[in-house]
Every structure is written in structure tokens, then in C-alpha cells.
């Protein structure tokens, strides 16, 4: 069950022939929701994420407190690795997954449908020196055609009937700033490629959808300096009260800094003295 949650909140928050690199950092504050619960429990809401990008590669670290996770994406050996400093292991998925015969893998359990609009709205403004265009976006993630297997038990199965979350707001957009190019040359590389499969074998659970989500948020050329959105939950049952109650959740991120530095290829490979775990 923590694994699916996981998966879902990576789909929240969660998208090369140039060769130049770039390393983005990024701020981000939650606010409203769940946000409550876990500030309640001690745990920070505002985690700092760096993103880095060589060619046909992407390292993104994120640091929210006691915890810090490190995901790498190699686009073109179709490889995912998920780093976890604090147990020393890295998690590797490669896709196509295959059994050691050879034999294709098993099916991944049924999960939500995805669905995804971007569209500018020719509104523009000037952010930390940089111009920004404005897109609004949404994001459908329908829990409803999710189906029971290993990783959902069938009462996990019947609480999701009929729920959706709703992610919706406005993204800033810089075709200018520095890097900028090489960075939409990747999530494009990114959104062709078949990496929409390597999270479904990561995760266990098929993905419908999440592939033209991919497309349809890099269609918006350039940077995201400035992203603004919001939480919401649709449905009946137990734990759509729940999330009514406590309100929608605002999440806020913005681009503190952009260097275009050379990144060293080590970055992108498993540390030493890591447990790797392949799936």
C-alpha cells in the first residue's frame, strides 16, 4: 500500500541532441490537506529538489528533511535507479522488464487512468529578470479503473472506486533562461520515449495514460520557473470526506537558481557501497 502511494504522489508531482547541461534547483511549499497531517507528525511539507541534466539524462535529488531520495533517469538505456542514502540501496528498472529466461515479465496490476491538458493562456510577466509565458494546466488521475494484485489488496481496491484527484493551475513558463533549450530538448526526448513503462515495472502497476501525460506537459516549451497548483479530491466514500474535510492542498514551486556548470557523468551512476535491487 505505501508503495502505491508512492507512485501516485511521484504522478502528482509529479516532464538531445543538444549537449550543454544544466542543474536546476527548486523550492517548494505545501500548503492545506495532507500538508496538515504531516506537519502535525513532525515532517516537513517543503522539500528543495535539484533537478540535473546531461544530454540524454536527468538526476533529480530531493531533500524534504530526514528524508532524501534520488531518482536518475537514462533515457537512452531506457533505465530508471532510485537512490536511498539512508539504507544504501538503489533500485534499478530497466525496460523492456524480462524474467532471467527471457520470458516477458508479468503483467503489472491495473492502476488509475491518467489524464493531462496544457494550454497557454498569452498572459506573460517578468520573473526574477526572466520573461515567463503562462500555461494553465490539469491533470486527471481516476482511481476508479484501478484492479486488485499483489500490490492492491481488494480493500484498498474498493476504497479508490469512484475517486479521482485533480491537479489544476497555472505554470510559468521560461523559453529564455538559461539552459532552457537543452532542458526542453530532454522532457521532448523524455515524453517520446518508452520510460512510461519503466515506472509501471517499477511500480508494479500499469499506468493507462501516463505516456500522453507526459507529451502533453512537454508541449510547453521552456522552464517551469514558477509553478502554482491545487489538490483537490472527487468522489464518495470514506477518504474523499476525509480529504474534503481537511480542504484542498496548494502546492507552490519556483526556480531559485539555474547553472548551465559542466556535470560530472558520476552523478548518473550507483554510488559505491550501494545494494542494488533490480526489478
Given at each position: 500500500?505505501?508503495?502505491?502511494?508512492?507512485?501516485?504522489?511521484?504522478?502528482?508531482?509529479?516532464?538531445?541532441?543538444?549537449?550543454?547541461?544544466?542543474?536546476?534547483?527548486q523550492t517548494t511549499t505545501v500548503e492545506?490537506?495532507?500538508?496538515?497531517?504531516?506537519?502535525?507528525?513532525?515532517?516537513?511539507?517543503?522539500?528543495?529538489?535539484?533537478?540535473?541534466?546531461?544530454?540524454?539524462?536527468?538526476?533529480?535529488?530531493?531533500?524534504?528533511?530526514?528524508?532524501?531520495?534520488?531518482?536518475?533517469?537514462?533515457?537512452?538505456?531506457?533505465?530508471?535507479?532510485?537512490?536511498?542514502?539512508?539504507?544504501?540501496?538503489?533500485?534499478?528498472?530497466?525496460?523492456?522488464?524480462?524474467?532471467?529466461?527471457?520470458?516477458?515479465?508479468?503483467?503489472?496490476?491495473?492502476?488509475?487512468?491518467?489524464?493531462?491538458?496544457?494550454?497557454?493562456?498569452?498572459?506573460?510577466?517578468?520573473?526574477?529578470?526572466?520573461?515567463?509565458?503562462?500555461?494553465?494546466?490539469?491533470?486527471?488521475?481516476?482511481?476508479?479503473?484501478?484492479?486488485?494484485?499483489?500490490?492492491?489488496?481488494?480493500?484498498?481496491?474498493?476504497?479508490?472506486?469512484?475517486?479521482?484527484?485533480?491537479?489544476?493551475?497555472?505554470?510559468?513558463?521560461?523559453?529564455?533562461?538559461?539552459?532552457?533549450?537543452?532542458?526542453?530538448?530532454?522532457?521532448?526526448?523524455?515524453?517520446?520515449?518508452?520510460?512510461?513503462?519503466?515506472?509501471?515495472?517499477?511500480?508494479?502497476?500499469?499506468?493507462?495514460?501516463?505516456?500522453?501525460?507526459?507529451?502533453?506537459?512537454?508541449?510547453?516549451?521552456?522552464?517551469?520557473?514558477?509553478?502554482?497548483?491545487?489538490?483537490?479530491?472527487?468522489?464518495?466514500?470514506?477518504?474523499?470526506?476525509?480529504?474534503?474535510?481537511?480542504?484542498?492542498?496548494?502546492?507552490?514551486?519556483?526556480?531559485?537558481?539555474?547553472?548551465?556548470?559542466?556535470?560530472?557523468?558520476?552523478?548518473?551512476?550507483?554510488?559505491?557501497?550501494?545494494?542494488?535491487?533490480?526489478?
Open positions: 500500500m505505501k508503495r502505491w502511494f508512492s507512485t501516485v504522489a511521484a504522478l502528482v508531482f509529479f516532464s538531445v541532441a543538444l549537449r550543454a547541461d544544466i542543474t536546476l534547483v492545506g490537506g495532507m500538508a496538515q497531517m504531516a506537519a502535525q507528525a513532525g515532517q516537513t511539507v517543503s522539500p528543495t529538489i535539484t533537478t540535473k541534466i546531461k544530454g540524454s539524462k536527468m538526476r533529480t535529488d530531493v531533500s524534504a528533511g530526514p528524508i532524501n531520495v534520488s531518482t536518475i533517469v537514462d533515457v537512452a538505456a531506457k533505465q530508471l535507479i532510485v537512490l536511498r542514502p539512508d539504507q544504501k540501496t538503489a533500485t534499478v528498472v530497466t525496460t523492456p522488464a524480462a524474467s532471467a529466461s527471457g520470458a516477458p515479465a508479468a503483467a503489472p496490476t491495473q492502476g488509475p487512468s491518467i489524464g493531462a491538458t496544457v494550454k497557454p493562456t498569452g498572459k506573460s510577466q517578468v520573473i526574477d529578470g526572466i520573461k515567463c509565458d503562462e500555461y494553465t494546466f490539469s491533470t486527471t488521475v481516476d482511481m476508479s479503473t484501478m484492479g486488485g494484485g499483489p500490490q492492491m489488496p481488494p480493500e484498498a481496491v474498493a476504497m479508490m472506486k469512484g475517486v479521482k484527484i485533480i491537479v489544476s493551475g497555472s505554470a510559468w513558463m521560461a523559453k529564455d533562461a538559461p539552459g532552457a533549450a537543452e532542458y526542453v530538448a530532454f522532457q521532448k526526448t523524455l515524453a517520446a520515449s518508452d520510460m512510461a513503462s519503466t515506472a509501471s515495472a517499477m511500480s508494479g502497476v500499469s499506468l493507462p495514460g501516463m505516456g500522453e501525460a507526459m507529451k502533453a506537459m512537454a508541449s510547453a516549451n521552456g522552464v517551469t520557473y514558477l509553478n502554482e497548483s491545487t489538490v483537490t479530491f472527487e468522489g464518495e466514500g470514506q477518504m474523499v470526506e476525509m480529504m474534503k474535510q481537511m480542504g484542498p492542498m496548494k502546492i507552490t514551486s519556483k526556480i531559485s537558481s539555474i547553472s548551465t556548470d559542466a556535470i560530472s557523468e558520476d552523478l548518473f551512476k550507483v554510488p559505491e557501497g550501494y545494494t542494488i535491487v533490480k526489478q
